[in-house]
Structures are given as C-alpha cells and as structure tokens.
C-alpha cells in the first residue's frame, strides 16, 4: 500500500484541464515580449528626428511604450485571470476530482 500523500489541492497534475492551452501562452509571451524587444532594440529609435512637441524622437518613442507596454501587460493578465477563474470553477464544481484536474 502506498502511503504518500498526493498531490497538493494547488498543484497541476499534468494534464490539460490545470495547464493554460498553449495557444494562450503563446498570446500572454507575445504580449509580454513585444515591448521587451522593442525597447531592446536601441538602434531603431536612437535618433534625434522626428521630433513630437520640441521632444526628439527618442524620449518620446520610450514614453509611448510606457502606455503600449500598461496596455499589452493588462491584456495578458485578462488572458491568465480568466484561465484561473475558469479553472477553479471547474474545480468547485468536483470538488472531490480534484486530483483528476
């Protein structure tokens, strides 16, 4: 008889019920890692012109990616939290298949 415990309540198991569909994690990296690569890439804004407002290029292309960056980040979180909720429905739903999950 095996006396280890099982997995915890929060853990994933493995199969594809706990883990986000790979689809969606592709999403949440891409938005994540666009404006990191982005702002990476020091040679495509490094230039004086065109100036916005007396601002020269520069400044003002890091400040837009403040806002892009704000944007991007929330529409991947919306993307993980509607998993998570989704899936601790499911979870209270079968309360007693937890370790299925």
Do not use: C, N
């Not at 853990?11 to 982005?38: D, E, F, N």
């Not at 990476?40 to 100036?51: G, I, L, N, Q, T």
């Amino acid at each position: 008889m095996d006396s280890s415990p099982g997995p915890r309540p929060g853990a994933t198991t493995g199969t594809s019920a706990a883990r986000m569909p790979t689809p969606q994690l592709v999403l949440v990296a891409a938005l994540i890692g666009v404006p990191i690569l982005a702002l990476m890439w020091v040679s495509s804004y490094a230039k004086h012109d065109p100036e916005l407002w007396g601002m020269p290029f520069f400044y003002w292309y890091q400040f837009v990616w403040v806002f892009v960056t704000a944007i991007l980040t929330s529409i991947a979180y919306r993307i993980v939290a509607t998993h998570e909720r989704r899936r601790r429905r499911l979870r209270a739903a079968r309360p007693d298949d937890w370790r299925d999950q």
